[in-house]
């Protein structure tokens, strides 16, 4: 519960890593409606696509920076010093970016859909997608951040992308299941289980990553 603590401050402190990403998002959904004239009268047509990967980039710029201080600071060596638990360590920091950043973009995704469709269910629906799917890109990204580190963010992030891709062809699934009322429940199973395994799987290869880097 303390490292938990501390690491909630932690990044509590460094507000441009936790609300750079949600501004990125708003702006990103707020830009959409102004660029797509031509669709006026039907702006659902390309919005959930626009959201999905609004979502990926802003998952992707909240990890830029998740390990670069403590590695600068000496932070991660002492912590392998004492043997504490890394991977637990890395799963917490990344809970705690996702509650900073994934949840409150997962609402706003939801409100922008009910402005953008008018659909109140749909909206709703939204909700649990978003959720799980910014904790999976997420994951996906820290990943990539670990690999790259001291090396530059865009070298994970194009390591890392090609696998949020199939997250995101699900996610467009899932879309097509709410209006068309058939299995959506299916994808939300799916998306699930695809993170239950990422949330055990990610932190181990993280730390061990990260233990190659400092040796």
């Known amino acids: 519960m303390n490292i938990f603590k501390l690491e909630f401050l932690k990044l509590l402190k460094k507000t441009r890593s936790w609300l750079g990403p949600i501004l990125v998002f708003w702006l ?22 626009v959201l999905w990967i609004s979502i990926l ?6 990890t830029e920076d998740i390990f670069i201080e403590d590695f600068n600071d000496g932070s991660l060596e002492q912590i392998i010093i004492k043997k504490t638990s890394f991977s637990f360590l890395v799963s917490i920091k990344i809970l705690i970016y996702w509650l900073l950043t994934g949840v409150p973009i997962s609402i706003m995704s939801s409100i922008f859909s009910f402005g953008t469709t008018e659909n109140l269910t749909l909206s709703i629906l939204i909700l649990p997608l978003s959720l799980i799917s ?15 580190l001291n090396k530059g963010s865009v070298l994970g992030a194009l390591v890392t992308m ?23 429940l299916g994808f939300v199973f799916l998306l699930l289980g695809s993170l239950s395994i990422i949330i055990c ?4 290869v993280v730390s061990y990553i990260i233990k190659a880097h400092l040796e």
């Open 162 to 184: 090609p696998l949020a891709l199939p997250v995101l062809i699900v996610l467009g699934k899932s879309i097509t299941a709410i209006q068309l009322e058939i299995n959506f």
């Open 57 to 62: 980039i802003s998952m992707m710029l909240a």
């Open 28 to 49: 990103i959904m707020l830009a959409y409606p102004l660029t797509v004239e031509f669709l006026q009268e039907n702006l659902e047509v390309g919005f959930f696509s």
């Open 201 to 204: 799987i990610v932190p181990l």
């Open 134 to 148: 910014s904790y999976i890109f997420l994951n996906l990204f820290v990943l990539g951040n670990a690999l790259s």
